[in-house]
Antibody, heavy 120, light 108 residues
Framework: QVQLVESGGGVVQPGRSLRLSCAAS????????IHWVRQAPGKGLEWVAV????????RYEDSVKGRFTISRDNLKNTLYLQMNSLRTEDTAIYYC?????????????WGQGTLVTVSS | SFVLTQPPSVSVAPGQTARITCAGN??????VHWYQQRPGQAPVLVVY???GRRSEIPERFSGSNSGNTAALTISRVEAGDEADYYC???????????FGGGTKLTVL
């Protein structure tokens, strides 16, 4: 079965960096686009970024553009999110999510999420 | 960018029908997808491509999309349907994924 397991969350000070990882299994990782979606405490879902199946195309939500970088290693079946210049408003659960297509359309499987807390 | 508007909350008695709307400018021209998020859990896809339903999702869940409003309809509502529901589209103009603000379904 499809499994997406996020890691790397934690408490970090504003302005610092953090890298999230997502280990995928149960499907052919190199065939699907993968998203990061976040959810601030008590708030709704917010799409963050997506990467195409081969890593050649990426898109970012405007508030993270220039600060976050999404990447993937298809040999390791792993997705990454490098987060720099973190702000308190980046505090959220970060979900790794598989797109049904090779790029982006809709999400058919979600991980359980990893919590990032940005606080001094 | 494209905006999706959902009512913050919908309440329904068990056994009745719940309709959760998702409004957007000419949303009928887009493909709408719906997710269910139970408390403390990750979201789950319940409807894709306006009205498609995965085999593991009960037939009580159905979707529609026309004009400026898409809707998720849940028939014969059960206590286990109590959750937050989110609509989602892909916006071709921005080439971004867009989520609605979410609707909390309360089963009375």
């Amino acid at each position: 079965q499809v499994q997406l397991v996020e890691s790397g969350g934690g408490v970090v000070q504003p302005g610092r960096s953090l890298r999230l990882s997502c280990a995928a299994s149960g499907f052919t990782f190199s065939r699907n686009g993968i998203h990061w979606v976040r959810q601030a405490p008590g708030k709704g879902l917010e799409w963050v970024a997506v990467i195409s199946y081969d890593g050649t195309k990426v898109r970012y939500e405007d508030s993270v553009k220039g600060r976050f970088t999404i990447s993937r290693d298809n040999l390791k079946n792993t997705l990454y999110l490098q987060m720099n210049s973190l702000r308190t408003e980046d505090t959220a659960i970060y979900y790794c999510a598989k797109d049904w297509s090779g790029s982006w359309d809709y999400i058919d499987y979600w991980g359980q999420g990893t919590l990032v807390t940005v606080s001094s | 960018s494209f905006v999706l508007t959902q009512p913050p909350s919908v309440s329904v008695a068990p056994g009745q029908t719940a309709r959760i709307t998702c409004a957007g400018n000419n949303i009928g021209a887009k493909r709408v997808h719906w997710y269910q998020q139970r408390p403390g859990q990750a979201p789950v896809l319940v409807v894709y491509d306006n009205s498609g339903r995965r085999s593991e999702i009960p037939e009580r869940f159905s979707g529609s999309n026309s004009g400026n409003t898409a809707a998720l309809t849940i028939s014969r509502v059960e206590a286990g349907d109590e959750a937050d529901y989110y609509c989602q589209v892909w916006d071709s103009s921005s080439d971004h994924v867009i989520f609605g603000g979410g609707t909390k379904l309360t089963v009375l």
